[in-house]
């Protein structure tokens, strides 16, 4: 097809071989998910692009740096080139290692919030959300309206809106919003950015209210980018510059390193209060490990830190959005409807417009993901009613005005060739979408991330409704199909990768 973008900074050296499974062998392994790409085996995935997190490619230096980690119990150097790492490039002085992400989440949510807390955000996330409410808070979307419109161009879709913030400080009370939970990028809107203007009025309307910002930075890198890019006077800042100041208008931060900082596991949780950092290392030894390891190995730690430093240099970060660039601007081309403007590590299809003849009580996202697996063995992730959960209180679906399906672009693993692939594999699957003529129903539905391990059945002419599903719905009576007869890959396509 010629290239689209300039050549990646990279090249090369370790290959893993993959296989492309038959159609029948792809029908099977569905099948055995309960229709759930959660659980599909890695073995049966041809192009996986299920998440970014943990499933990056490490650099030559990298995997140099794990070869010399001190694996001691307390006090490893690892650790402490790891806490001068996010000290330089993230600015807070207090660093509490742990295993990945969501276990800075725990301990933060165990620290802060109490039964009754009210906990704002620019939109929720899942495992953010789950531990939140675990812990007795209950979460507000303040994202600005055109975050949940999927056409919208709006260059920083991830702001808050100052008023819908300002509207709960004054209803709830200022004493009962623990802290102000802050992504960027906002993964649940396929990687859309918070604007520095915008971070800087959020950090003066909650200053004057003592209410601490926490920052989910596991894309803030891919953020700065955006900012670079997108808003005036910072184009000539380099990432890391951006990133600072981004960090220094926050008080803390939880951390996935296993997306930005290109690591296969790891995370952390920076504070700027020595007395909150202090509670945190108390915790940390309860449910990660000591505080200077945190549940982490100290080849890890030199992985990561490493990471931070390769991951604000401006060609890695410029190669990792121009693939995910390529494969949205495929897709659109071809009409296919996405979240717009096009994120930072993945691209959304909006399932609800592309499939709209299938009632948002049937999953159309869900279903979508399956028939995109069952084309080309790509793996993609449901972001839609399935993952929203269920109100704890109502015990009925929550319906986010969002019905997507992300395909997720692992950093440095895949080519053009591999984003043309899935390009046309879902360009196939759109146009002959008008063949999925049902939905799914669970079959086994876990109380929490359901996502996670849900199975499903597609929904026949005897399916039972979906007891306190209240999602919107169409009328009863329309066709549906077996499983089946479930949308076929493109013959060409599958004769020439087999």
């Known amino acids: 097809m010629g290239s689209h973008y300039a050549p990646e900074p990279w090249r090369i050296k370790v290959v893993e071989p993959v296989r492309l499974p038959t159609r029948d062998e792809r029908l099977t392994a569905l099948r055995a998910a309960g229709y759930n790409t959660s659980l599909l085996r890695s073995a049966d995935v041809f192009i996986d692009l299920y998440t970014d997190s943990g499933t990056n490619a490490m650099s030559d230096r990298q995997w140099s740096d794990m070869m010399i980690g001190d694996e001691a119990y307390a006090g490893s150097r690892s650790f402490y080139r790891l806490e001068a790492a996010v000290q330089r490039y993230y600015s807070y002085p207090h660093v509490i290692p742990t295993h990945q992400g969501r276990g800075a989440e725990n301990i933060i949510s165990r620290i802060l919030i109490r039964p009754g807390s009210h906990i704002p955000g620019n939109m929720y996330f899942t495992t953010t959300r789950t531990h939140q409410e675990l812990n007795g808070g209950t979460f507000h979307d303040i994202i600005i309206d055109q975050a949940h419109d999927t056409a919208d161009e709006h260059p920083f879709k991830g702001n808050v809106d100052l008023t819908k913030l300002s509207t709960l400080i004054r209803t709830v009370g200022a004493e009962n919003i623990p802290y102000v939970s802050l992504a960027a990028t906002v993964n649940m809107a396929g990687g859309q950015p918070i604007s520095l203007a915008n971070l800087t009025e959020v950090r003066e309307l909650t200053a004057k209210h003592r209410i601490p910002i926490i920052l989910d930075a596991a894309r803030a890198v891919e953020n700065a980018w955006f900012i670079q890019q997108r808003e005036p006077g910072y184009a000539n800042h380099s990432i890391a510059q951006i990133l600072a100041d981004m960090c220094a208008r926050t008080d803390g931060a939880c951390m996935s390193a296993k997306k930005d900082s290109f690591a296969n596991i790891g995370g952390w949780l920076a504070v700027r209060d020595p007395d909150l950092a202090e509670t945190a290392r108390n915790l940390v030894v309860i449910y990660e490990g000591l505080h200077t390891y945190g549940g982490m190995a100290g080849r890890d730690m030199e992985a990561v830190a490493r990471g931070i430093e390769e991951s604000v240099q401006q060609d890695n970060i410029r190669a990792r959005i121009q693939q995910v660039a390529h494969l949205g601007n495929r897709l659109i081309a071809a009409g296919v409807p996405l979240m717009r403007p096009i994120g930072g590590h993945a691209v959304c299809i909006d399932a609800a417009a592309t499939l709209e003849h299938i009632p948002r009580d049937q999953y159309p996202a869900q279903t979508l993901a399956a028939a995109i697996y069952l084309d080309s063995a790509t793996r993609t992730a449901e972001r839609g009613a399935v993952s929203a959960g269920r109100d704890p209180e109502t015990g009925k679906d929550r319906c986010p005005e969002l019905e997507l399906v992300r395909l997720t672009i692992p950093r440095r693993v895949y080519t053009q060739s591999h984003l043309d692939f899935v390009a046309d594999s879902i360009i196939n699957v ?67 990768l087999s």
């Open 430 to 496: 759109y146009k002959t979408r008008d063949t999925i003529t049902t939905g799914l129903a669970f079959t086994h539905e876990p109380p929490v991330l359901r996502f996670f391990q849900g199975r499903f059945t597609p929904v026949s002419a005897t399916t039972e409704p979906e007891t306190g599903n209240n999602c919107p719905t169409t009328d009863p009576d329309e066709s549906v199909m077996t499983e089946d007869e479930q949308p076929r890959s493109n013959p060409t396509t599958e004769d020439q």
